[in-house]
């Protein structure tokens, strides 16, 4: 339930970008993967291709990075940066393409606004936007269409 609630938000969130050329796929299956899926794909018009993971953590407790791991409170969640690693290489291979993963938090303060975990930005769902339109590249559209038709076509919706 909280789940599929961050996604919708972050899909909200999304939306100046599809008015503005990117192409966003939402909740989509993952070739090799039993279980998983991912929460959105994304083709930016320089032909780059992101996938953001929605989390929707209680606000009472930070969000932030110890030791190279990711920690919610007290909680260590280390699992969902391993989850998202794994996602990330499957959808790099099905595709063919560099993928760069983003994990969004919805309702927990972020770390210093942003913050890098194995690699991974974590980021408060306020600068979603920002983070993308900053690591898009010059546009390409060509390239941009052909790799999301690609990634339309090897990651089918979820159904799940």
């Keep these: 339930m909280a789940g599929s609630v961050g996604e919708q938000?972050?899909?909200?969130?999304?939306?100046?970008?599809?008015?503005a050329g990117w192409v966003v796929l939402h909740d989509r299956a993952i070739p090799g993967?039993?279980?998983?899926?991912?929460?959105?794909?994304?083709?930016?018009?320089?032909?780059?291709?992101?996938?953001?993971d929605s989390k929707l953590w209680s606000g009472r407790y930070p969000v932030y990075e110890r030791g190279g791991t990711l920690w919610h409170g007290q909680a260590e969640?280390?699992?969902?940066?391993?989850?998202?690693?794994?996602?990330t290489d499957l959808v790099a291979r099905?595709?063919?393409?560099?993928v760069q993963p983003v994990i969004v938090v919805h309702n927990a303060p972020v770390a210093g606004d942003g913050f890098f975990?194995?690699?991974v930005p974590v980021v408060p769902a306020v600068r979603l936007v920002e983070v993308l339109r900053g690591n898009d590249g010059p546009r390409d559209l060509g390239a941009a269409a052909a790799l999301a038709r690609r990634a339309a076509a090897v990651l089918p919706p979820?159904?799940?």
Excluded: K
């Design 9 to 19: 938000r972050t899909a909200a969130l999304l939306q100046p970008l599809e008015a």
């Design 33 to 52: 993967a039993r279980r998983a899926n991912v929460d959105h794909v994304l083709v930016s018009p320089g032909a780059r291709l992101f996938m953001v």
């Design 77 to 87: 969640r280390g699992q969902s940066v391993r989850s998202v690693l794994y996602e």
């Design 94 to 98: 099905a595709v063919g393409a560099t």
């Design 117 to 119: 975990v194995q690699g």
């Design 158 to 160: 979820y159904l799940g």
